[in-house]
C-alpha cells in the first residue's frame, strides 16, 4: 500500500539557518504530494503541495520539489525562524488509494534564538 | 469563512465508557473525514464520508467504533466501550467532492481523549 517516510526528528536548528527536512513516499500511479505543519496547540495546516512530477511547491519561504525518479518530496528553508518551530508532515493523496491522505510520521522541528 | 468545528476539544473517561465527538465540515464540502493521531505519529484515516454515505470505513475498527453523517453535514464518531489504547487525538477533516487526488482537506482542531 502507499506509506510515507519521513526524516526522524526532533530537529534543532538555530534562527537563520538552512533547513532540510527529507520525506520519499511509495506509492502506485501519480500522487499528489503535501507538506503540512501543526504549530503547538492549533490543528494541521497544510503548508505547499506539488501535483505532478516536477512541480515546485512553495508557500512562506518554503519549498518542495516533487521528485518522481527519486520518489521524494523534500522540505526545504533558507533561513528558519523561531516561529517555524512545529511539527511537519509529509503526506501523498492518490486516487489507487481512495483519495486519503498517508501522513508520514511527523519531524519535529524547534528554531533557538 | 468558518473552518472545521469540532467539539469537545478535550475529553478525559475511564475505560469502559462511551464517548463521542462531533463535527461540523466547512459549509459546501461534501467529503468528510475522520483521523485517529496518536502520540508522536501522523493521522490515520478512520472513516470518509461522501455526503451521508461512508465510502472508505476499511480502517475504522467496528466492534467499538461507530460513526454516522445524517443529512450530509455533521458527523459523529463513537466509541463504545472505550480502551486504554483509544486515546488519542481525533482529527475531522472536509473537502470538495470529486474524483481528483487534489482536494485539499482541511482539518479542524481535534479532540484530545484520555482515557484513563
Known amino acids: 500500500g502507499d506509506s510515507v517516510t519521513q526524516m526522524e526528528g526532533p530537529v534543532t536548528l538555530s534562527e537563520e539557518a538552512f533547513l532540510t527536512i527529507n520525506c520519499t513516499y511509495t506509492?502506485?500511479?501519480?500522487?499528489?504530494l503535501f507538506w503540512y505543519v501543526q504549530y503547538p496547540g492549533e490543528g494541521l495546516q497544510l503548508l505547499l503541495k506539488a501535483t505532478k512530477a516536477d512541480d515546485k511547491g512553495s508557500n512562506k519561504g518554503f519549498e518542495a520539489t516533487y521528485r518522481k525518479e527519486t520518489t521524494s518530496f523534500h522540505l526545504e528553508k533558507g533561513s528558519v525562524q523561531v516561529s517555524d518551530s512545529a511539527v511537519y508532515f509529509c503526506?501523498?493523496?492518490?486516487?489507487?488509494?481512495?483519495?486519503?491522505?498517508?501522513f508520514g510520521q511527523g519531524t519535529r522541528l524547534t528554531i533557538n534564538p | 469563512e468558518a473552518g472545521v468545528v469540532q467539539s469537545p476539544r478535550y475529553k478525559i473517561i475511564e475505560k469502559k465508557q462511551p464517548v463521542a465527538f462531533w463535527c461540523n465540515p466547512i459549509?459546501?464540502?461534501?467529503?468528510l473525514y475522520w483521523y485517529r493521531q496518536n502520540l508522536g505519529q501522523g493521522p490515520e484515516l478512520l472513516i470518509r464520508?461522501?455526503?451521508?454515505?461512508?465510502?472508505?470505513d476499511s480502517q475504522l475498527p467496528k466492534d467499538r467504533f461507530s460513526a454516522e453523517r445524517l443529512k450530509g453535514v455533521d458527523s459523529t464518531l463513537k466509541i463504545q466501550p472505550a480502551e486504554l489504547g483509544d486515546s488519542a487525538v481525533y482529527l475531522c477533516?472536509?473537502?470538495?467532492?470529486?474524483?481528483?487526488?487534489?482536494?485539499?482537506?482541511?482539518f479542524g482542531p481535534g479532540t484530545r481523549l484520555t482515557v484513563l
Open positions: 477533516a472536509s473537502s470538495l467532492s470529486g474524483v481528483s487526488s487534489y482536494n485539499e482537506q482541511f
Open positions: 503526506a501523498l493523496s492518490s486516487i489507487q488509494g481512495a483519495q486519503k491522505l498517508v
Open positions: 506509492a502506485t500511479g501519480y500522487p499528489s
Open positions: 464520508y461522501e455526503n451521508e454515505e461512508a465510502v472508505d
Open positions: 459549509s459546501g464540502h461534501n467529503t
